[in-house]
């Protein structure tokens, strides 16, 4: 990847995704990695050093809400694919996580660090978290929490699983329940990792704020979804990772016959209801995953996957960009407006008619400085 370029800049003469429709053409000016105007322009020329954005269409930088991180490479993958933030759900290394954090000319980072499991489950036994992570009683809850806030956690994630499969292995509702509320006290959301409808029932029943992944063993009944709209909860599919953990899920956490067909029409099930629905990956290069998923390229495989569940593609893209920014604390990015961050993704094409467009990408920033 090149060098980062200064944090001002111009893009001259682009239209540009406002959250609801394609605007413009417009300039858009950007100084000390903010965006400091949108002014309307319908001809000229182009301005000394501004950047042609002519026939283009300009978008808020791309956010991932869920990935596993590892090392620098991953946070430059995703800078040359227009992932400008990503969302770490579960890193065994709070070390690590300094050291990725607010790197210039990179994609700028947030972290759960461990995520709270049942004792024996797989995050301790097979992917490398610290066995002292694990919950055994509610009387855990809060010391698990005190320990992610002190290691930098900017949010909790908890693993729950169907505990007719896994037994021992996963957290029943009241863990889960003390977990939301240690996690709330201290005014964090809080993820929950969900791949079954009963683990569902669980997550919703203990008052989660983010439910991320969707079920293989069945659809989300009406219900389900029902309360989920109640409780305002928001959902973060990683169709990418669960169109290829079908074949684990039979094997190891599911203990029936699952189908990735499950996943789509449930996502399709939250969408008629209004869930606000979030791009996410599930991006990680973890020996013991279901599924090794390419940081940076798959966000817009995930884009196409949610277009092709029954998703309209303006609210795809709006799960890559304002929703994320509404509903996880990122409220100083996400759209391009006066103010937010310079974090921007120029590409050839509409995405709101063709979604693949997203990959056609010309220019990316990262609060302001040119990384593409």
Request: glycine share 10%; aromatic share 4%; no cysteine.
């Given at each position: 990847?090149?060098?980062?370029?200064?944090?001002?800049?111009?893009?001259?003469?682009?239209?540009?995704?406002?959250?609801?429709?394609?605007?413009?053409?417009?300039?858009?000016?950007?100084?000390?990695?903010?965006?400091?105007?949108?002014?309307?322009?319908?001809?000229?020329?182009?301005?000394?050093?501004a950047?042609?954005?002519?026939?283009?269409?300009?978008?808020?930088?791309?956010?991932?809400?869920?990935?596993?991180?590892?090392g620098?490479?991953?946070?430059?993958?995703a800078?040359?694919?227009?992932?400008?933030?990503?969302?770490?759900?579960?890193?065994?290394?709070?070390?690590?996580?300094?050291?990725?954090?607010?790197?210039?000319?990179?994609?700028?980072?947030?972290?759960?660090?461990?995520?709270?499991?049942?004792?024996?489950?797989?995050?301790t036994?097979?992917?490398?978290?610290?066995p002292?992570?694990?919950?055994?009683?509610?009387?855990?809850?809060?010391?698990?929490?005190?320990?992610?806030v002190?290691?930098?956690?900017?949010?909790l994630?908890?693993?729950?699983?169907?505990?007719?499969?896994?037994?021992?292995?996963?957290?029943?509702?009241?863990?889960?329940?003390?977990?939301?509320?240690?996690a709330?006290?201290?005014?964090?959301?809080?993820?929950a990792?969900?791949?079954?409808v009963?683990?569902?029932?669980?997550?919703?029943?203990?008052?989660?704020?983010?439910?991320t992944?969707?079920?293989?063993?069945?659809?989300?009944?009406?219900?389900?979804?029902?309360?989920?709209?109640?409780?305002?909860?928001?959902?973060?599919?990683t169709?990418?990772?669960?169109?290829?953990?079908?074949?684990?899920?039979?094997?190891?956490?599911?203990?029936?016959?699952?189908?990735?067909?499950?996943?789509?029409?449930?996502?399709?099930?939250m969408d008629?209801a209004?869930?606000?629905?979030?791009?996410?990956?599930?991006?990680?290069?973890a020996?013991?995953?279901?599924?090794q998923?390419?940081?940076?390229?798959?966000?817009?495989?995930?884009?196409?996957?949610?277009?092709?569940?029954?998703?309209?593609?303006?609210?795809?893209?709006?799960g890559?960009?304002?929703m994320?920014?509404?509903?996880?604390?990122?409220?100083?990015?996400?759209?391009?407006?006066?103010?937010?961050?310079?974090?921007?993704?120029?590409?050839?094409?509409?995405?709101?008619?063709?979604?693949?467009?997203?990959?056609?990408?010309?220019?990316?920033?990262?609060?302001?400085?040119?990384?593409?």
């Open positions: 990847m090149s060098s980062p370029s200064s944090d001002s800049g111009t893009i001259a003469h682009v239209h540009y995704f406002g959250g609801t429709a394609l605007s413009g053409p417009a300039t858009v000016t950007f100084d000390g990695g903010r965006i400091v105007r949108v002014t309307p322009d319908d001809s000229g020329d182009v301005p000394p050093g950047v042609d954005g002519s026939g283009l269409t300009l978008l808020p930088g791309l956010i991932d809400a869920h990935v596993h991180l590892d620098r490479k991953n946070l430059e993958d800078a040359h694919w227009g992932i400008t933030t990503m969302l770490g759900m579960g890193t065994p290394s709070p070390d690590l996580v300094a050291k990725l954090r607010g790197l210039p000319g990179l994609t700028d980072i947030r972290s759960s660090e461990s995520p709270a499991s049942a004792p024996g489950g797989m995050q036994t097979a992917m490398g978290f610290d002292a992570t694990a919950v055994a009683t509610s009387d855990d809850a809060e010391p698990f929490v005190a320990a992610r002190a290691e930098g956690a900017d949010y994630k908890i693993i729950v699983e169907d505990p007719d499969v896994m037994g021992a292995a996963a957290l029943d509702v009241e863990r889960a329940t003390a977990l939301v509320e240690a709330h006290a201290r005014d964090l959301l809080v993820y990792h969900v791949t079954t009963p683990a569902v029932r669980i997550a919703v029943d203990a008052g989660v704020d983010v439910l992944h969707v079920p293989l063993d069945a659809v989300l009944d009406d219900g389900l979804v029902e309360s989920i709209v109640a409780d305002g909860q928001v959902s973060v599919p169709l990418v990772m669960m169109r290829g953990a079908v074949r684990f899920a039979r094997s190891r956490t599911h203990g029936a016959e699952v189908d990735f067909r499950n996943a789509e029409l449930s996502v399709a099930a008629r209004n869930v606000p629905i979030l791009v996410g990956t599930d991006s990680n290069a020996p013991g995953a279901p599924l998923v390419a940081h940076g390229e798959s966000l817009h495989d995930e884009l196409e996957l949610l277009v092709a569940a029954g998703m309209a593609p303006l609210d795809a893209l709006r890559a960009t304002v994320p920014a509404r509903h996880l604390g990122l409220g100083d990015r996400g759209s391009i407006e006066a103010g937010r961050r310079a974090d921007l993704v120029l590409i050839d094409g509409d995405p709101l008619a063709d979604i693949s467009a997203t990959k056609n990408i010309r220019g990316v920033w990262i609060a302001g400085e040119r990384v593409r």
